[in-house]
């Protein structure tokens, strides 16, 4: 099993650019999240989803999109890229409800200039 | 409310001394507290967890001690290893209205162990 894996692991973006990263799970959990971790401030939600083409809005939601056509596969989109968005994003998933552990992917750093 | 304070910021511990990091919370909803630990490079990965049912929880050389009543818990690597070096993060955690789970993270302390 590779868990959660997660592409690109780097990318540089111009203000203004669009990209998607992509986060795939092995594991057929339901539950899947995209965070943000900035430096000082711990992890803080993005969006989520609790199944198959559901989606909801977490803590810091603004600037970015989401969408779960496949139960594996939850895709984190920016569509205009802001200095702002410079950040590591990790996808994560966890069984639920009957398990509580989340588990990580390795993350993605962008860097918007 | 939402908040879970962590401290200290960053922790210098020699070989085979105690590393003591401490979390706080407000929402007496969470009902899951999990820490984290985090390799430079590598995504969180879960150390361990404890509930409220519960004072203490030990696996290996990793202890939690929770303390329901002051709203606080705390995470104690004995007998620390170079190789624990890493970042920790606690969280809380509670059922949210969505189905889901709600996870707060606390800000993360960079811990180093000297050789």
């Known amino acids: 099993n590779a868990g959660v894996t997660q592409t690109p692991k780097f990318r540089v973006l111009k203000t203004g650019q669009s990209m998607t990263l992509l986060c795939a799970q092995d594991m057929n959990h339901e539950y899947m999240y995209w965070y943000r971790q900035d430096p000082g401030m711990g992890l803080r939600l993005i969006h989520y989803?609790?199944?198959?083409?559901?989606?909801a809005k977490g803590e810091v939601p603004d600037g970015y999109n989401v969408s779960r056509l496949k139960k594996q596969n939850f895709l984190l989109g920016l569509e205009s890229a802001a200095p702002s968005q410079t950040s590591v994003y990790f996808c994560?998933?966890?069984?639920?409800?009957?398990?509580?552990?989340?588990?990580f992917g390795p993350g993605t750093r962008l860097t918007v200039t | 409310q939402q908040q879970v304070k962590q401290s200290p910021q960053s922790l210098i511990v020699q070989k085979g001394g105690i590393s003591i990091i401490n979390c706080a919370y407000e929402n007496t909803a969470f009902d899951y507290f999990p820490w984290y630990q985090q390799f430079p490079g590598k995504g969180p990965a879960l150390l361990i967890a404890?509930?409220?049912?519960?004072s203490e929880k030990k696996e290996g050389r990793f202890t939690i001690s929770f303390n329901k009543s002051a709203k606080q818990f705390s995470l104690h690597i004995m007998d620390s290893q170079p190789g624990d070096s890493a970042t920790y993060f606690c969280?809380?955690?509670?059922?949210?209205?969505?189905?889901?789970?709600?996870?707060?993270f606390g800000t993360g302390t960079r811990l180093k162990v000297l050789a």
């Open positions: 404890i509930r409220p049912d519960v």
């Open positions: 969280a809380a955690s509670s059922p949210s209205t969505s189905g889901t789970y709600k996870y707060i």
């Open positions: 994560a998933s966890n069984r639920s409800p009957l398990g509580r552990e989340q588990y």
């Open positions: 989803s609790v199944g198959e083409g559901t989606t």
